[in-house]
């Protein structure tokens, strides 16, 4: 969480390595089960944002909490999209007992600004992601607006 209201970084800030803010959840329609967030990548070479539309959160704290749930590993890639393709997710866990999390970023409205941006960061198997969904779990139902 920040000053400003809920938020949550994954990844390292500093000059080198990409870390990602979500920041500002909102329901733009009132009790409508649309919720916003916007998501901005940053590093030394990169600044960008996205707002991401979501039904609800489309499971997000469920897909990251059943990654810590079988933080004894899985075989394939896991995945996860917003409702619009804005935010994607894939997940791999990799031995030694670490999760790969590649997070997409996409802007695909309209078709002359479109661009699409990739980062990936990694997560301890077990508590670390256990921790990361409770984070979104919270950041989810702390919705401003």
């Known amino acids: 969480m920040t000053e400003d209201g809920p938020a949550i970084r994954v990844g390292e800030p500093g000059p080198g390595p990409v870390h990602l803010l979500f920041s500002e959840p909102t329901r733009p329609y009132g009790e409508d089960p649309a919720l916003d967030f916007l998501v901005k990548a940053r590093g030394q070479w990169v600044s960008i944002e996205t707002l991401v539309r979501t039904w609800d959160g489309d499971g997000l704290d469920t897909f990251l909490s059943s990654l810590a749930e079988d933080f004894r590993g899985w075989e394939e890639t896991r995945s996860w999209r917003s409702l619009e393709r804005d935010l994607t997710i894939s997940a791999e866990h990799r031995p030694g007992g670490y999760v ?46």
């Open 100 to 145: 790969h999390l590649t997070w997409g970023i996409h802007h695909d409205r309209p078709p002359s600004e479109e661009w699409h941006f990739e980062t990936t960061t990694v997560h301890a198997a077990g508590e670390e992601m256990r921790s990361l969904a409770a984070e979104f779990q919270m950041f989810l139902t702390s919705t401003v607006g």
